[in-house]
């Protein structure tokens, strides 16, 4: 009897504190749709911080962590299970289920061997090589760089720490790649001009606007992509990870995750936003958002500053949050329009959009300058540049024309020193470059200038090309010089009205993507040297989904930092 007893009151407990939580998180859902309709100001058009942070609130997913950890145990029984002997390998192809051209090598060694990867290419300048560190007899080894619709050819040497050499052959084979990627047709490749990195490891990376993002080698072919679709962010890490912004559920419309994982598609931590924002139309009713809308960068805490809509119904893209690299929680909120005049956002009139939000600044880029503690900023609809303190964010300095700027906003102008100089429209990709050196009050800027003038700036060139520029910007003096350009030879050919990049990719190789080339039907990387002007790479892209134009080209190693691949669980 008391048995059965202690039974029906255990029972009874447990369905009231599933109710009773079920009822609390209905509530609490209801306060916070409530809150979100009800948004609360500092002042006239401006949230306050502590509304921001409640709109977007970020959430630690451990969801593909844990499924990650999942196939790395089994793998790891599979290597201790393993016969020694090179022939008795086990060969996975897309081993974390997302990277498809990606492989993985497991084999066990009688003696302790180095292990060096060669993935065979067409030509030596396509062939990868990557020597692993260290000397093992369980060996597991990463491999990157495979062919699409291929049986590629990857051969281990093994070697002794007396100096035996031996070598082994496997064959991994791999499907087609996405039809979305598109057509790249080659148009120049010369390899030995071209930044390649040690081994041939380093591919051009085509960043999706919203789809495939793909790594192509010295001669145009495809040899990394990954199967889930990312939208603009795709960097790498102190650590050598990647940090990508993607959807929560492949199924969903918007990208609301923001992954760390790596080339192998390994998921070691993840933030999810709602995106449950008011509408314009009718603040009344709430619809899903992407939050991270252009980009994300790791500063020297190694914490993460995100471009993202604050979750206003009036307006977009003109928020940064600094979150917490650990727990996903906002640190820092930085809203521009406390920084920029009012009637920037007031009085905006340059574009429009179907929802009715205004897009008055359209941040699409920004690079941490570390040497002064300052945040260089790029907004595409006000044609602006702009540097603050990052603790005080107070402004340093504006690089822009000085149409429609109130007074005491003129004292930051930047003077240029260059005869007939243009200033820039509608720009991308901003990037501090030569940062190691000492550079005393001056600074190097690389930008992409799409020389399209949305908010100041327009002249008889506006809209006749588009290039990879770099500037020299005396703080002190407050002054701006142009020197290097490139682009305008190009012609109207390769105008981009919206997206691009120009980066510094070493041996004074510059790589510009041509993003919206042909009002969004091509996409061209052009790799060229600053100093004779001269092109060593070229592709086009042609063929793409709509929408999915290459928002940057970027020049990035499969082996960032030389690291090898290991059977770590992730924790």
Same mark, same amino acid.
């Given at each position: 009897m008391t048995k059965k007893f202690w039974r029906i009151a255990g029972a009874v407990v447990v369905v009231l504190l599933i109710?009773?939580?079920?009822?609390?998180?209905?509530?609490?859902?209801?306060? #916070? #749709?409530?809150?979100?309709?009800?948004?609360?100001?500092?002042?006239?058009?401006?949230?306050?911080?502590?509304?921001?942070?409640?709109?977007?609130?970020?959430?630690?997913?451990?969801?593909?962590?844990?499924?990650?950890?999942?196939?790395?145990?089994?793998?790891?029984?599979?290597?201790?299970?393993?016969?020694?002997?090179?022939?008795?390998?086990?060969?996975?192809?897309?081993p974390y289920k997302t990277s498809p051209l990606s492989g993985l090598i497991l084999v066990k060694t009688a003696q302790p061997t180095q292990v060096k990867l060669t993935v065979h290419g067409d030509r030596p300048a396509t062939t990868i090589h990557q020597t692993l560190k260290g000397y093992q007899t369980r060996h597991s080894v990463g491999v990157l760089g495979l062919y699409a619709n291929r049986t590629n050819r990857v051969t281990l040497r093994f070697t002794t720490k007396a100096g035996t050499v031996t070598r082994q052959?496997?064959?991994?084979?791999?499907?087609?790649?996405?039809?979305?990627?598109?057509?790249?047709?080659?148009?120049?490749?010369?390899?030995?001009q071209m930044v390649l990195g040690n081994g041939h490891t380093k591919l051009t990376f085509a960043v999706s606007s919203q789809g495939y993002t793909y790594g192509l080698d010295a001669r145009g072919k495809i040899r990394w992509y990954g199967s889930q679709k990312i939208s603009h962010v795709f960097k790498e890490l102190a650590n050598h990870h990647l940090l990508i912004l993607t959807k929560i559920d492949a199924n969903q419309h918007k990208y609301n995750a923001l992954r760390e994982t790596d080339f192998?598609?390994?998921?070691? #931590?993840?933030?999810?936003?709602?995106?449950?924002?008011?509408?314009?139309?009718?603040?009344?009713?709430?619809?899903?958002?992407?939050?991270?809308?252009?980009?994300?960068?790791?500063?020297?805490?190694?914490?993460?500053?995100?471009?993202v809509d604050d979750g206003s119904k009036k307006f977009v893209e003109d928020t940064m949050i600094e979150i917490d690299r650990q727990t996903g929680k906002i640190q820092k909120?930085?809203?521009?329009?406390?920084?920029?005049?009012?009637?920037?956002?007031?009085?905006?009139?340059?574009?429009?959009r179907p929802d009715g939000k205004i897009d008055w600044f359209h941040q699409n880029s920004m690079t941490y300058d570390k040497k002064r503690n300052e945040l260089v900023v790029s907004g595409r609809n006000q044609d602006m540049v702009f540097a603050i303190n990052y603790k005080t964010t107070k402004l340093k300095w504006i690089l822009a024309a000085p149409e429609k700027l109130p007074k005491r906003y003129q004292q930051?102008?930047?003077?240029?020193?260059?005869?007939?100089?243009?200033?820039?429209?509608?720009?991308h990709a901003v990037t501090l470059i030569h940062q190691n050196q000492h550079q005393g009050d001056s600074v190097e800027l690389e930008f992409y200038d799409n020389n399209v003038p949305v908010t100041r700036g327009k002249t008889a060139q506006s809209k006749k090309w588009s290039a990879g520029e770099i500037v020299t910007i005396n703080q002190l003096k407050r002054t701006v010089t142009k020197t290097w350009e490139f682009g305008q030879q190009l012609g109207q050919r390769n105008f981009t009205n919206i997206v691009g990049s120009s980066y510094a990719v070493g041996k004074g190789n510059t790589l510009i993507g041509f993003g919206y080339a042909d009002w969004g039907k091509r996409s061209e990387f052009v790799e060229v040297n600053r100093k004779t002007n001269r092109v060593v790479f070229d592709v086009d892209r042609t063929h793409f989904a709509h929408g999915d134009w290459s928002y940057r080209a970027q020049r990035m190693s499969l082996y960032p930092g030389n690291q090898a691949f290991t059977l770590q669980t992730i924790k």
């Amino acid at each position: 009897m008391t048995k059965k007893f202690w039974r029906i009151a255990g029972a009874v407990v447990v369905v009231l504190l599933i109710v009773g939580g079920a009822t609390a998180y209905h509530e609490r859902h209801l306060i #916070r #749709r409530y809150l979100l309709v009800h948004q609360s100001y500092a002042q006239k058009d401006v949230l306050r911080t502590g509304q921001i942070k409640l709109n977007l609130r970020p959430a630690l997913s451990t969801k593909n962590t844990t499924a990650t950890n999942k196939l790395t145990a089994s793998y790891q029984k599979t290597l201790k299970a393993l016969p020694t002997g090179k022939s008795h390998a086990k060969v996975v192809v897309n081993p974390y289920k997302t990277s498809p051209l990606s492989g993985l090598i497991l084999v066990k060694t009688a003696q302790p061997t180095q292990v060096k990867l060669t993935v065979h290419g067409d030509r030596p300048a396509t062939t990868i090589h990557q020597t692993l560190k260290g000397y093992q007899t369980r060996h597991s080894v990463g491999v990157l760089g495979l062919y699409a619709n291929r049986t590629n050819r990857v051969t281990l040497r093994f070697t002794t720490k007396a100096g035996t050499v031996t070598r082994q052959t496997y064959r991994l084979t791999t499907g087609k790649a996405p039809h979305g990627i598109g057509t790249n047709t080659l148009k120049t490749s010369k390899p030995k001009q071209m930044v390649l990195g040690n081994g041939h490891t380093k591919l051009t990376f085509a960043v999706s606007s919203q789809g495939y993002t793909y790594g192509l080698d010295a001669r145009g072919k495809i040899r990394w992509y990954g199967s889930q679709k990312i939208s603009h962010v795709f960097k790498e890490l102190a650590n050598h990870h990647l940090l990508i912004l993607t959807k929560i559920d492949a199924n969903q419309h918007k990208y609301n995750a923001l992954r760390e994982t790596d080339f192998y598609g390994r998921v070691y #931590r993840q933030y999810n936003f709602s995106g449950l924002f008011p509408s314009r139309q009718d603040p009344q009713k709430l619809a899903t958002n992407t939050v991270i809308h252009h980009d994300a960068i790791e500063l020297p805490n190694h914490n993460l500053l995100l471009t993202v809509d604050d979750g206003s119904k009036k307006f977009v893209e003109d928020t940064m949050i600094e979150i917490d690299r650990q727990t996903g929680k906002i640190q820092k909120v930085i809203d521009l329009k406390r920084i920029l005049p009012k009637s920037a956002y007031q009085q905006y009139t340059g574009t429009h959009r179907p929802d009715g939000k205004i897009d008055w600044f359209h941040q699409n880029s920004m690079t941490y300058d570390k040497k002064r503690n300052e945040l260089v900023v790029s907004g595409r609809n006000q044609d602006m540049v702009f540097a603050i303190n990052y603790k005080t964010t107070k402004l340093k300095w504006i690089l822009a024309a000085p149409e429609k700027l109130p007074k005491r906003y003129q004292q930051y102008l930047l003077k240029p020193t260059t005869k007939h100089y243009r200033y820039n429209g509608g720009q991308h990709a901003v990037t501090l470059i030569h940062q190691n050196q000492h550079q005393g009050d001056s600074v190097e800027l690389e930008f992409y200038d799409n020389n399209v003038p949305v908010t100041r700036g327009k002249t008889a060139q506006s809209k006749k090309w588009s290039a990879g520029e770099i500037v020299t910007i005396n703080q002190l003096k407050r002054t701006v010089t142009k020197t290097w350009e490139f682009g305008q030879q190009l012609g109207q050919r390769n105008f981009t009205n919206i997206v691009g990049s120009s980066y510094a990719v070493g041996k004074g190789n510059t790589l510009i993507g041509f993003g919206y080339a042909d009002w969004g039907k091509r996409s061209e990387f052009v790799e060229v040297n600053r100093k004779t002007n001269r092109v060593v790479f070229d592709v086009d892209r042609t063929h793409f989904a709509h929408g999915d134009w290459s928002y940057r080209a970027q020049r990035m190693s499969l082996y960032p930092g030389n690291q090898a691949f290991t059977l770590q669980t992730i924790k």
